[in-house]
């Protein structure tokens, strides 16, 4: 590549940063304007006020919510990356009748979107008696084909003679899993809790449906909710969003260099 196709690229590339965190950056100084000066069109604030972020702490119970949406997020993360971590080595290490047969249905789940399993999501959940409650929001939510297949394909690629050392050395195969397997996913494993975290905190449509308790309200329903009683205040529900999209921008920044380890060691041989 010559220097002026380098140069090019490299000022493509910011141009496409600079166009994908403007939205950002105007959400978070419009949250810090006042109510009449959030469409004035200036991207710096003329009078910057706190009162907004007051305003969405104090007047409505907006920690709740962040709380609610923590909870949820944080247990199904957790629990989903050791089930699907077990998973995925008994299908990648294992051998037992019907394990390629069981992967191709678990992929295959891949191929249905949300809104269709929706309604039948929904019955089963009533007929358990887990409607507006924690269990409603979390178990549901911590089956994901896309983690089992993500990180079936890592086991694969690991060195087989690790695990061969492990079981001469007397380890069985939840020693093998706990003691071996564990260690080196912790790459794929901090960039799949992310990826989790991330869709759980953002998760809009099954609380929707699966909750009326304002107590387990999360915060994406608090924000719509902002979006319908405050509609003319945008100055409120930019605050909100910026509260909602802060913990999502910490943790991203944060977990930036086992993200890059992840890719890294997918190609693993």
């Not at 009449?36 to 919510?65: C, I, K, M, S, W």
């Not at 629990?79 to 051998?95: I, K, N, T």
């Not at 399993?117 to 929904?122: A, H, K, S, T």
């Not at 969003?241 to 991203?252: G, K, Q, W």
Request: proline share 5%; aromatic share 14%.
């Amino acid at each position: 590549m010559t220097d002026r196709a380098r140069w090019a690229l490299t000022a493509l590339t910011g141009v496409l940063a600079v166009a994908a965190f403007f939205p950002v950056l105007w959400m978070v100084t419009a949250s810090l304007k006042p109510r009449d000066d959030v469409n004035d069109g200036r991207l710096v604030p003329h009078d910057v006020t706190f009162g907004n972020f007051a305003y969405v702490f104090t007047e409505v119970p907006f920690a709740r919510y962040l709380l609610n949406s923590f909870v949820v997020s944080a247990v199904v993360t957790v629990v989903a990356l050791f089930l699907h971590s077990m998973a995925a080595y008994a299908l990648a290490r294992l051998r037992f009748p019907g394990r390629e047969a069981l992967f191709t249905v678990i992929f295959s789940t891949l191929l249905i979107t949300a809104p269709v399993v929706l309604i039948p999501l929904f019955v089963v959940v009533r007929q358990l008696g887990m409607l507006d409650s924690y269990a409603g929001l979390i178990i549901p939510s911590i089956f994901n084909a896309f983690g089992i297949f993500l990180l079936r394909q890592f086991y694969l690629q690991l060195p087989r003679e690790l695990e061969e050392a492990a079981i001469v050395d007397g380890c069985g195969h939840w020693r093998v899993y706990r003691s071996v397997v564990l260690p080196l996913s912790k790459p794929i494993l901090s960039a799949l809790a992310i990826f989790f975290f991330l869709a759980n905190w953002n998760s809009f449509l099954w609380p929707l449906v699966a909750t009326n308790d304002p107590d387990l309200t999360v915060v994406q329903l608090a924000i719509s909710s902002f979006q319908s009683q405050y509609a003319a205040s945008w100055n409120y529900i930019l605050a909100a969003a910026v509260v909602a999209a802060a913990p999502m921008l910490v943790l991203f920044f944060g977990f930036q260099r086992q993200i890059v380890e992840s890719v890294k060691t997918s190609g693993l041989k």
